[in-house]
């Protein structure tokens, strides 16, 4: 099922100066506040703001790879701006972080399996956070003149009944992919989002799953494939 709108994530590596435990506690304490401030402003004036915020932070990140994403859900597009975001640092995630850019995706649930919301009863409800889970991140590289449609459609058609077989037989609960809006100009083609009660689903998972084709189209020495066991929630 395609999701309405679109997705735009934020892929988020930290400074050479910055450790992975800075980057995090203020990317929770000093950042995501703020973007929720702004995104309730935003709503109670009747301008158009997100609809859904979540952060996933990889596990075992290397400093020259990804630390997390952040996700954010929009009726439409946002203009892409001419400077990254943090160039110029705004708060202390900003300082911590290297300066990132949207990438605008659409996305499709494919399983749609719950994901529990516990807001915070002691502190502001939001951000919060969630865990108990096994998340596997695909983010997708494609080979040098790739026929993006040719790809899209394979996804779509041949690979994710494929992932979804797999998928339940593994006991997966939730998977979404995401396609890039602009895939010619983004370092990624898209993502795909596995979601395993454990570890050992996803273990069990390599073992059924088959090549389908897929694999024609990808780039995989450039691909990234990081676990994540906890997600930080902005606006459920």
């Known amino acids: 099922m395609e999701t309405l709108g679109v997705k735009i994530i934020y892929l988020i590596r930290r400074r050479p100066n ?5 980057l995090i506690a203020h990317w929770y304490a ?4 703020g973007v929720i401030a702004n995104q309730q402003r935003a709503a109670a004036g ?3 703001h997100a609809k859904r915020y979540v952060v996933t932070l990889f596990d075992d990140a290397p400093s020259q ?3 997390g994403m952040a996700q954010l859900w929009w009726d439409e597009p946002l203009p892409v701006p001419k400077v990254p975001h943090g160039t110029t640092p705004t708060d202390s995630f900003q300082e911590k972080a290297e300066p990132y850019l949207p990438w605008i995706t659409e996305e499709y649930v494919i399983v749609d399996g719950a994901l529990p919301v516990a807001p915070l009863t002691l502190n502001e409800p ?5 865990s108990g ?4 991140s695909f983010l997708v590289k494609a080979k040098p003149d790739t026929d993006y449609g040719a790809m899209f459609a394979h996804w779509i058609d041949v690979h994710v009944p494929n992932a979804r077989a797999c998928m339940e037989q593994a006991g997966g609960f939730r998977y979404c992919v995401s396609h890039s ?7 990624y083609a898209g993502l795909a989002e596995l979601y395993f009660p454990d570890r050992s689903g996803w273990e069990k998972y390599k073992q059924i799953n088959r090549p389908d084709g897929m694999e024609k189209f990808l780039d995989l020495e450039g691909m990234y494939t990081p676990g994540s066991g906890t997600e930080m929630i902005g606006i459920p």
């Open 46 to 48: 009747g301008r158009r």
């Open 65 to 67: 790879t990804w630390d």
């Open 133 to 136: 889970f096994y998340k596997k």
């Open 181 to 187: 809006v602009n895939p010619e100009i983004e370092p």
């Open 126 to 130: 939001f951000p919060c956070t969630r």
């Open 30 to 33: 000093n950042h995501m506040p």
């Open 18 to 22: 910055a450790t992975r435990e800075e």
